[in-house]
T-cell receptor, first 112, second 114 residues
C-alpha cells in the first residue's frame, strides 16, 4: 500500500514569490492535513481538507491556502513568500476510522 | 504557557538501556495521546496511541497516560541504535485531530550509543 507522497522534496524560492506544494494521500483516505515544521515552533497545524472542503484551519495568515481535488489529492499554496516561511511542510492523511495521521516525507522549502 | 511541553534533549543513553520520554500538557480536553518517531529527512511515523488514561504496550514500547497529572510517557526497553531519532508526542480531542489538528510537543532528540 503506497504511503503519502509529497512533491517536490526540496524547493528554493525567492522572497515575494509564490509556491505550490502537492500531496497524494493514502488510497481511500479522504482527509488531508498540512503542517509546518520549524526548529523554533515545532509542528504547527495549517489546515485540514475533507471531501474537497476545508474543514479546519490553524492560525496562519491568509497567504497560506490550500485545496483538495475529487481524488483526495491536495495542494498547498503560499503567496508572497517571506524568509520566515522556510520550513518543512508536511502533509498527512487519515481515514478508515484510524487514530492519528500518516505523514509524508515533506517538502523542504527554503526562501532566500 | 505552551500547550504541550517536551524536553528537546538531546538524550544520550547506551545501547540496551531503558529510555523514558515524557510530555506534559495543559488542555484537559485532550483524549487521544500519540507518540511519533521522526528520522532525519523523513516525516513523523506513528508509533503508538492511547485513548484517555492507562497503559499500552507494543513490543519494546510502552505508552502511559496520566490524565490527572496531565503527563504522558513513552518507555523503550532494550534500546537499539536504530531507535536514535526524534520522538514527538501529540494529542487531540478526537481521533482525527479535530478543529485544531494534532497538538505536538517539539520533540526529544534521542541518541542510542552502540
Amino acid at each position: 500500500k503506497a504511503g503519502v507522497t509529497q512533491t517536490p522534496r526540496y524547493l528554493i524560492k525567492t522572497r515575494g514569490q509564490q509556491v505550490t506544494l502537492s500531496c497524494s494521500p493514502i488510497s481511500g483516505h479522504r482527509s488531508v492535513s498540512w503542517y509546518q515544521q520549524t526548529p523554533g515552533q515545532g509542528l504547527q497545524f495549517l489546515f485540514e481538507y475533507f471531501s474537497e472542503t476545508q474543514r479546519n484551519k490553524g492560525n496562519f495568515p491568509g497567504r497560506f491556502s490550500g485545496r483538495q481535488f475529487s481524488n483526495s489529492r491536495s495542494e498547498m499554496n503560499v503567496s508572497t513568500l517571506e524568509l520566515g516561511d522556510s520550513a518543512l511542510y508536511l502533509c498527512a492523511s487519515t481515514g478508515g476510522g484510524g487514530v492519528g495521521y500518516t505523514f509524508g516525507s515533506g517538502t523542504r522549502l527554503t526562501v532566500v | 504557557q505552551k500547550e504541550v511541553e517536551q524536553d528537546p534533549g538531546p538524550l544520550s543513553v547506551p545501547e540496551g538501556a531503558i529510555v523514558s520520554l515524557n510530555c506534559t500538557y495543559s488542555n484537559s480536553a485532550f483524549q487521544y495521546f500519540m507518540w511519533y518517531r521522526q528520522y532525519s529527512r523523513k516525516g513523523p511515523e506513528l508509533l503508538m496511541y492511547t485513548y484517555s488514561s492507562g497503559n499500552k504496550e507494543d513490543g519494546r514500547f510502552t505508552a502511559q497516560v496520566d490524565k490527572s497529572s496531565k503527563y504522558i510517557s513513552l518507555f523503550i526497553r532494550d534500546s537499539q541504535p536504530s531507535d536514535s531519532a526524534t520522538y514527538l508526542c501529540a494529542m487531540s480531542e478526537d481521533s482525527g485531530g479535530g478543529a485544531d489538528g494534532l497538538t505536538f510537543g517539539k520533540g526529544t532528540h534521542l541518541i542510542i550509543q552502540p
